[in-house]
């Protein structure tokens, strides 16, 4: 039987587990990477596992979301990061440098391998052939300690792509016309391998803008094959010898197989509040716009920014809004200087923001109270732009111009002839941004600097037999990491202060949920369907821990999260029969009983009142041992303590 690209990787990196779909597999994990939002946890959490260097043939700390700094704290991480990178071995990209993803696309990636990150669009590097997966700090950090990286192998989904894109339409609009198929619940528990004829006239910067958002669709990763267009981007990164080629096998076996045709492709939007509510740019042509982003790790890239360059040259952003473009790494931003590029934007009134995620997580530039913003970015959840009642709607950088320009969402089409864009037979590679980690002779010398907004990372208890708690909230369907742990400029830079985060938790459903918690035993949380989708930020997991939290009770989990609750000792456990999730109402007393044989049985009773609710909790031996542990840190130092 062929092999997916996917299980071509994976076959390779086996360390645990058969490559069958459904079961368990254990991955030897290659690189990893960082951002420091999710990081400063991250390596707290390596540091914990008392280890001297990093086991991974590359490893790299990204700082690129936590770059406003309106007071020490955000600083204060950078400068542990820094410390704590150079001492174990680790890369450190300097803030300025750029997007976690498009910097590691243009500098690090390489065919074949694999990668975890502490962000949820690690995928991004599957537009170079890499197997590359979002996964909590946690894991990254056993990662970084040489331990392997466990999935439930997922189905195959394959996607082919027939035709080529017509002026005016973008891989933007693939990923949308993808979501728009499958929905943000589309992709759970699959690998999405994009194929066909069409895959040949993509860039690297253009699949990976489809992988990037192969996290919407809640795909476990996106791959591309490593072909000519693979070997010509490392070629122009002067990374030639990074080049393998890598193919799905004739008949390699999918669960699922899909077709988009590029030729009949219209120019698509997202709207509020979710990814997949997906309209064409010509329905909603007329609507008045306040803002327009153009960046994030989505839509960053050079060729990106050339195209918005040059239908921008000679014409003026229309009044009334405010045009914001974040080139994704210094060396699209130096390229753009050295093509001119860069001037045309800022004459035609663009405000130019640094090489960093920006508005995309609400670190500035969030749109005017109930304002209409368009975004070329990946995410539009209810208030993650920093304002509360603004609409975002996502877009191709065409949409995003065409917008701009004429002040109301526009067909890009109007716009009249594309301009020929050009794209340079090699790239200004320039990595005084990557600072080197200290030799490992020299590793002992480094001091690791930890200002006071450096906190501890809190630890899960084993569960007893029998859990009286209650139910301290009730969620509907879909509710994201945004919605548990927000973001923004606000609370972002207390990624690394537990306690003083988790005020915010749940703030936009329930303000009061925070307090209540805190003062509730055995709080449990009781979810619908896809509880938790959305970012891999693992404060998701730590502050409800945090908060008391013991369970959360849901129809289903997104896969990330769900990850994150077990590795903070969080029990994710399911109703066996989802319309029971109409039984429980918020401030019931529950009852969990039989928990500790229920996680080995896969079942256990929930008491809620009278009514007596089965939960299922279908875990890998692996999974159970850590719940039963109280969570991953004290399951592998029990490891170590047992060795
Ligand atoms: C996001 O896009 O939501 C983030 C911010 O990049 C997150 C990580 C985080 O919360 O720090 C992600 O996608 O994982
Ligand atoms: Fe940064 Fe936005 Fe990309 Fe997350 S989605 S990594 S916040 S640019």
């Known amino acids: 039987m062929g092999l997916t690209i996917a299980e071509k990787i994976i076959q390779k990196h086996l360390v645990a587990g058969e490559m069958i779909r459904g079961s368990e597999v254990g991955l030897r994990i290659d690189q990893t990477l960082t951002q420091d939002a999710t990081g400063t946890m991250a390596y707290l959490e390596f540091e914990a596992m008392g280890l001297s260097r990093v086991q991974t043939e590359l490893s790299v700390a990204y700082i690129d979301h936590n770059t406003l700094q309106c007071g020490f704290e955000n600083a204060d991480d950078h400068a542990y990061i820094r410390s704590v990178a150079k001492k174990y071995g680790v890369r450190f990209s300097m803030p300025g440098n750029g997007i976690c993803h498009q910097v590691h696309l243009e500098r690090f990636g390489i065919p074949g391998k694999t990668l975890i990150g502490s962000d949820s669009h690690t995928p991004t590097g599957g537009g170079l052939g890499m197997l590359a997966f979002g996964a909590g700090g946690l894991d990254v950090a056993v990662a970084m300690g040489g331990g392997a990286y466990y999935i439930t192998m997922p189905k195959m989904y394959r996607i082919n792509l027939k035709g080529s894109l017509r002026p005016f339409v973008s891989a933007k609009d693939v990923a949308l016309e993808a979501l728009r198929l499958l929905s943000v619940k589309g992709g759970v528990g699959a690998i999405s391998e994009w194929g066909g004829e069409g895959v040949k006239t993509l860039t690297v910067q253009e ?32 990374r030639e010898a990074d080049y393998t080629p890598i193919f799905a096998d004739e008949d390699a076996v999918y669960d699922k197989i899909l077709e988009i045709d590029m030729d009949t492709l219209a120019p698509l939007v997202a709207c509020p509040h979710m990814p997949d509510r997906v309209k064409s740019a010509e329905e909603l042509a007329g609507l008045k716009v306040d803002q327009v982003c ?4 989505t839509n960053s890239s050079l060729p990106d920014m050339l195209k918005v360059a040059a239908l921008l040259k000679g014409k003026t952003v ?16 130096s390229m753009l200087i050295s093509t001119g590029a860069l001037n045309d934007m800022i004459a035609a009134g663009a405000r130019i923001l640094e090489c960093a995620c920006g508005p995309c997580i609400g670190m500035g530039f969030s749109p005017p109270s109930g304002g209409v913003s368009l975004r070329t970015f990946n995410r539009n959840f209810e208030g993650r732009s920093g304002t509360a009642d603004a609409k975002v709607y ?15 969402i526009t067909d890009p089409r109007a716009l009249g002839a594309l301009p020929e864009i050009e794209l340079p037979e090699s790239y200004a590679v320039n990595d ?8 490992p002779e020299a590793a002992a010398e ?23 708690g209650s139910a301290v909230l009730k969620v509907g369907d879909d509710i994201t990491t945004d919605h548990i742990m927000p973001a923004g400029a606000k609370i972002l830079p207390f990624r690394s202060n537990i306690p003083y985060l988790s005020r915010f938790c749940f703030g936009a459903v329930d303000p009061a949920f925070a307090e209540r918690a805190k003062s509730t035993a055995n709080g449990m949380i009781i979810g619908g369907a896809n509880y938790g989708q959305g970012s891999s930020r693992e404060h998701a ?57 229920g996680l080995v049985d896969g079942k256990m009773t929930l008491l809620a009142g009278d009514k007596q609710i089965t939960l299922t909790c279908s875990f890998t031996d692996r999974q159970r041992d850590i719940l039963l542990a109280g969570g991953l840190l004290p399951y592998t130092k029990a490891q170590k303590e047992n060795r």
């Open 207 to 238: 699949r990976a803008t489809i992988t990037n958002m192969g996290a919407e669709l809640g795909a476990t990763t996106s791959v591309f094959p490593s072909d000519e267009m693979t070997r010509k981007f490392l070629a122009a990164e002067g």
């Open 294 to 297: 153009i960046g994030s790790c």
């Open 318 to 333: 229309a009044q009334g809004v405010s045009l914001s473009i974040s080139p994704g790494s210094r060396q699209v931003l």
């Open 394 to 408: 996502l877009v191709s950088p065409e949409t995003a111009v065409a917008a701009a320009l004429s002040g109301v």
């Open 432 to 439: 005084s941004g990557v600072i080197l980690p200290a030799e």
């Open 446 to 468: 480094v001091e690791v600097l930890r200002g006071p907004n450096i906190g501890k990372c809190p630890i899960g208890i084993a569960p007893e037999d029998e859990m009286v």
């Open 541 to 597: 997991a730590l502050v409800p821990l945090y908060l008391g939290i013991r369970a959360v009770i849901a129809k289903s989990f997104s896969r990330i999260h769900m990850a994150n609750l077990i590795n903070a000792g969080i029990l994710p456990l399911t109703f066996a029969n989802e319309a029971d999730y109409e039984l429980v109402s918020m401030g019931d007393k529950l009852t969990l009983t039989g928990v500790r044989d």
